[in-house]
Each structure stands twice: as structure tokens, then as C-alpha cells.
């Protein structure tokens, strides 16, 4: 039962892994908390949906139709709302970024409606290893959810443009002195979230069900491992969501299945008082 | 005709109420709340619970909305030693959801989603059913005056001035002395007590409370108000109050006009028009359509209350 749930746990994780990646990595270059990530994530989900259910594409096509569409939706947003904007206060844009995410959520529903639907796919028995059930799909999720979380490590440690974002990061101003593309690398960050955002569309898509509200329910357990991690640091947002997946599980334990999204505000709320810079984060220096 | 404007009007009247309250707190101390929903149903199921479960009368029990929003608002607001901003609002966003799943989840004490059924109804023996609307107007107009009255008393007086300077630097704040967090923890809880009256007064207007109501979209609607009025300015989010209500209402009749909306499609448009609004608003007018107005320094007076830190004036751009 326990082990179960610890798988259960990892796989929650690796669903909510790489968007806690992309959110921190968001948020280290613009410094403010982008709730509009949920609806970047329904968008992906409801891309992939019409690729394969409509057009009728297999699966892997259609995410990769979900990643092209969302990194462009991401990218729209930034140059048509948030590049205007660029410099205002923090919650400033968190009120933008939620009414963002609400304008996502509800052409959705102008498209879709509130129904639920799910993926074209033939049903698969589980897998069975000494007692503990997984299917194909999570098995699928959670080796996609360690390969993205190593490609982010690779990029960020190993190429031109990752050290790039790692100096924007750090000091926005030291690294435009020293002839960083600063505005460039922050497009390059917005685009490779939006891909990682589109493809959690995908996967939740095929964990959950798909529904407008898909993103929105998804956002707060992103933003705890986010959080827990240390926001702003990608690395911290890896620890963050194995915690943070495996924590929801457990809890059902002792609460009702129904408490599981509350788990993710007591996380942040207690984190927050505690060590508000996170797990691996560095304390803000305050003036 | 005339009943629809007087429910309109009525409603209204619960966003100023909210609105006057956000105010108070981020207009004019800068703490975020994105929890608007989470106190305003605490003050509605407070009011409600006592008055069905318990048979309180009203004239206990929907003050005790306000007063259970007084509490949560205190303790919330104690999260404020470690958070400031964004992350304020995700502990207040936090507290609004836990709100709403407990009425949800624990239905044998709320009904969870099928509602919660009040019955009784303030001074309903004292007035006949055709004026009632129009008294219970009455009840939430003086509400709304009363809570207009405290939140423009607490601006001008020098707990105002302090106010702002916690919203402008909290630190300059308190190296002149003043004591920031008990500041911000007493606003909040007024704010949040706003909130829960607001809760109350609704509840017992609608007679029928489920969690579907208190969703964090109610935020965005109040949030809408301040910021199209102009944040600090008590007088601006009256008019951004009723501004948010006519475009929800007026997009209404949108479906009389266009035949293949249906009401689904119509309340998604309504929220990608508000949301438009919104941004818009923000890049185009970020202090709104009533700017607050500028704290001019008044020379040896001000500056002897020891309150008017050096600048108070310069909200900059930012919202």
C-alpha cells in the first residue's frame, strides 16, 4: 500500500517536475511569480487534443504539436502583454499574469466547453512488479520527466546560451555590460518553458483528464515544488516537485483524497515562514 | 424592470464592500490578497451556519461574519512577518482555496455543493414582501457608506500617511519607528473583517450559499475595481465597482442579440472581456481612471507627526 503510493508519489512528480523547472526558470529572469501557467498548460493540453483526436495524429506528434503551439502562445504573451509591462511591479504582473491565464481558460471553454474528454488512445492493462500497479503512460512520464530534468541540467551547465541565462539570472544589468543579449536570452527562456508547459499539457492530459480547468488545478503544486525548491533555482524545483508529488500521495493516508490540493498551500505556507528562500535557494539580500 | 436594477444595485453594493476592503490593504498599505473569496465566503458560511444550525438571531450572527473575518484576516496577516508581495498572494490565494474545499468537502456541516438553504432574513417581519428588496438596498448601502466612512477616516488620519509609507518602504517605515507589523496585521484584519460583512450581508440576500460562488474569480473582480478606479482612491473603486458590474450584467443581453450564444459561452466571454479590460487598463492607465491623489508635503506640519517620510508621492507607474 505505502510503496504504492510512493509510486504513485514519483509519478505526481514527474508531472509537476518539468513545469516547477520552467517556472523557476521564468522567474529567474523576470522576477515575478507567472500564475499564467496554467493557462499555458490547459492550452497545451487542449493542442495536443485537437492534433490527435481531431486530425487524427499519433500521440507523440500531436505533443509535439502541443510544444510548437504553446512555446508560440508563450512567446505571443510576452511580446504582446508582458514585454510592455516589463519592470513594473511584481504584482502588477501576477494580476496580469492571472487574468492572462483566465483569458486562456475560458476561449478554451468558448472552443471546447466545460466537458471532459481525454486522449484517442487503446486502453492498456498496468504493469504489475511485486504487488504495485504502474501502466505504460507512467512509466513513459516519469523517464520523460528525468530526461527533461537532465537536457535542463545540460543546457544550463554546458552550452553558450545556458550560462547566458545562468549571468541574466544573477544580475540582469552585469550581464548586459558584459555583452550578454539579455533580451534575447529572456525569449530563449520564455520558448523553452513554453515547450516543457505544452508538453505537461500532454501529460496530464493523459494522467488526468483534460478539461479546461486541467492547468489551474495543477498551478499550486507547481508553485510549492517551485517554492519548496527554492524559486529560481531550476535545480531546487527537481527536489521540490519529488517532494511536493510524493507528500500529496501520503497524505491520503491520514486525510481525505478531496484535502489532496490543500496539501500544496500548507507546503508553501509553512515553507514560507520557515525558509522563504526554499530548500536550495539563497536568501534574498535585502536593502 | 425596476427589481432587476435594485438587485444590481444590491450586488454592487457587496463588490464595494469587497472593494473598500482590498483597498485598505493593498491600495493603500500594499499587502496583496488574492484570498478576497476565501473571507467573503467565511463570512457568508459563518453568518449562515449560525443562523440555521444554531438558530442565532441575526443580530448575532452576521456580525459574527465580520468578526470570524476579523480573526482569519489577524491570522493570515501574521504570515506578513516573512512574506511581503508575490509571495503574500500566494499564501492568501492559499487560504481562499482551503476556504472553499472545506465547504465543499464537509457537507454534513455546509451541504457542500448543493447549497446551503437560509431561511431567515434581516427586519423580514418589520417590511411586506414588495418593499423588501429595496430595504435590504437600504441595509447594504448604509454597509457600504459605514465601511466608506472608517476606510476615509483611516486615509486621512496620520495611520494613513503611516500606511502609505509601509506600501512605499516598509523598511524606511520602520527605522523611523513605527511598528510595521502590527501595522499591517491591524489593516488586514479590518479589511478582512470588510470582507466577512460583505460575506454575511450576501448571504442572507441570496438566502442560498454553495462553494461554486466563492471560486478566486471573485478576486480578479475586485481586483478589476481598485485598478480601474485607481488604487488608493475610495472614490475611484465605487466607480470601478459599478464599471466590473455592467460589463458582467450588460454582456447578458449580448445573448438576446447573437443567437448561437448560450449562456456557457456567454459567462466565458464575459471573463476574456474582463481579463482584456484588465490588462489593458493596466498598460494604458496603471493608476487608474481616479489617480490617487498626490500627498503634498506640508511643510513643519507634517513633518513634526513624524509620519511623512521624505516622499510619500511617487507611486511611480506601478500599479
Redesign the interface.
Known amino acids: 500500500m505505502t510503496a504504492q503510493l510512493l509510486v504513485n508519489g514519483l509519478v505526481n512528480a514527474a508531472l509537476i517536475a518539468p513545469p516547477a523547472i520552467a517556472l523557476s526558470l521564468l522567474f529567474s529572469v523576470l522576477r515575478?511569480?507567472n500564475f499564467a501557467i496554467g493557462g499555458y498548460i490547459t492550452a497545451g493540453a487542449f493542442l495536443a487534443y485537437a492534433a490527435n483526436a481531431g486530425a487524427g495524429l499519433p500521440l507523440w506528434g500531436a505533443a509535439l504539436v502541443a510544444m510548437a503551439g504553446t512555446s508560440l502562445l508563450v512567446w505571443l504573451s510576452d511580446e504582446i502583454?508582458f514585454k510592455?509591462?516589463r519592470g513594473?511591479?511584481?504584482?502588477?504582473l501576477?494580476?496580469?499574469s492571472?487574468?492572462?491565464t483566465?483569458?486562456i481558460e475560458?476561449?478554451v471553454?468558448?472552443i471546447y466547453?466545460?466537458d471532459v474528454r481525454g486522449f484517442d488512445l487503446p486502453l492498456q492493462r498496468p504493469h504489475r512488479f511485486a504487488g504495485i500497479r504502474i501502466t505504460e503512460e507512467q512509466l513513459e512520464l516519469l523517464a520523460l520527466a528525468a530526461a527533461i530534468a537532465a537536457l535542463t541540467h545540460l543546457l544550463l551547465r554546458y552550452t553558450r546560451t545556458g550560462r547566458a541565462v545562468r549571468a541574466t539570472a544573477d544580475n540582469p544589468v552585469l550581464a548586459e555590460v558584459r555583452g550578454v543579449p539579455t533580451r534575447r536570452i529572456v525569449t530563449a527562456v520564455w520558448v523553452y518553458s513554453g515547450a516543457l508547459f505544452g508538453l505537461t499539457g500532454v501529460l496530464a492530459g493523459l494522467d488526468l483528464v483534460i478539461e479546461p480547468l486541467l492547468g489551474w488545478n495543477l498551478t499550486?503544486p507547481i508553485?510549492a515544488a517551485a517554492?519548496l525548491g527554492g524559486i529560481g533555482s531550476p535545480y531546487g524545483a527537481m527536489l521540490g516537485a519529488v517532494l511536493v508529488g510524493i507528500a500529496e500521495e501520503l497524505t491520503v493516508l491520514v486525510l481525505?483524497s478531496?484535502?489532496k490540493?490543500?496539501v500544496?498551500?500548507?507546503i508553501?505556507?509553512v515553507l514560507?515562514?520557515v525558509r522563504?528562500h526554499g530548500l536550495l535557494g539563497q536568501p534574498e539580500i535585502?536593502? | 424592470m425596476t427589481a432587476y436594477l435594485v438587485s444590481m444595485a444590491t450586488f454592487v453594493g457587496f463588490f464595494m464592500l469587497l472593494a473598500l476592503a482590498l483597498n485598505l490593504q493593498w491600495g493603500m498599505t500594499g499587502m496583496v490578497n488574492f484570498g478576497i473569496a476565501g473571507f467573503y465566503a467565511l463570512g457568508a458560511y459563518t453568518s449562515a451556519l449560525l443562523s440555521v444550525k444554531l438558530g442565532l438571531p441575526l443580530w448575532l450572527a452576521m456580525p459574527a461574519g465580520a468578526v470570524a473575518g476579523l480573526l482569519a484576516g489577524t491570522l493570515v496577516a501574521l504570515l506578513s512577518i516573512r512574506l511581503s508581495g508575490d509571495f503574500l498572494a500566494i499564501v492568501t490565494l492559499g487560504f481562499g482555496e482551503f476556504v472553499r474545499l472545506v465547504a465543499l468537502n464537509e457537507d454534513w456541516l455546509t451541504e457542500g455543493p448543493r447549497g446551503l438553504k437560509i431561511d431567515a432574513r434581516p427586519f423580514a417581519d418589520v417590511f411586506s414582501r414588495e418593499s423588501y428588496p429595496l430595504v435590504y438596498l437600504g441595509l447594504v448601502a448604509a454597509a457600504v457608506a459605514l465601511a466608506f466612512l472608517v476606510a476615509e477616516r483611516i486615509r486621512r488620519a496620520p495611520l494613513g500617511r503611516t500606511l502609505r509609507a509601509i506600501r512605499e518602504d516598509a523598511v524606511v517605515a520602520e527605522v523611523l519607528g513605527k511598528n510595521v507589523l502590527l501595522h499591517r496585521i491591524t489593516v488586514f484584519a479590518i479589511g478582512a473583517a470588510f470582507m466577512g460583512a460583505a460575506g454575511a450581508l450576501y448571504a442572507h440576500y441570496v438566502q442560498n450559499i454553495s462553494p461554486q460562488v466563492f471560486m478566486p474569480m471573485v478576486a480578479i473582480f475586485i481586483w478589476m475595481s481598485v485598478i480601474v478606479g485607481g488604487p488608493g482612491n475610495n472614490w475611484g473603486l465605487m466607480l470601478g465597482a459599478g464599471l466590473v458590474m455592467a460589463i458582467l450584467e450588460g454582456t447578458r443581453f449580448l445573448g438576446d442579440v447573437i443567437d448561437w450564444l448560450d449562456a456557457e459561452k456567454l459567462s466565458a466571454i464575459r471573463v476574456i472581456l474582463i481579463g482584456i479590460l484588465l490588462i489593458v487598463i493596466i498598460r494604458l492607465r496603471p493608476r487608474g481612471v481616479m489617480p490617487e491623489p498626490r500627498f503634498r508635503y506640508r511643510g513643519s506640519r507634517a513633518a513634526a507627526d513624524g509620519s511623512s517620510v521624505n516622499d510619500v508621492t511617487g507611486r511611480g507607474d506601478t500599479t
Open positions: 515575478f511569480p502583454v510592455p509591462l513594473q511591479d511584481p504584482v502588477t501576477l494580476v496580469v492571472i487574468a492572462l483566465l483569458i475560458h476561449v471553454r468558448l466547453s466545460a499550486i508553485f517554492i481525505p478531496t484535502y490540493v490543500g500544496g498551500f500548507f508553501i505556507a514560507l515562514l522563504p535585502r536593502k
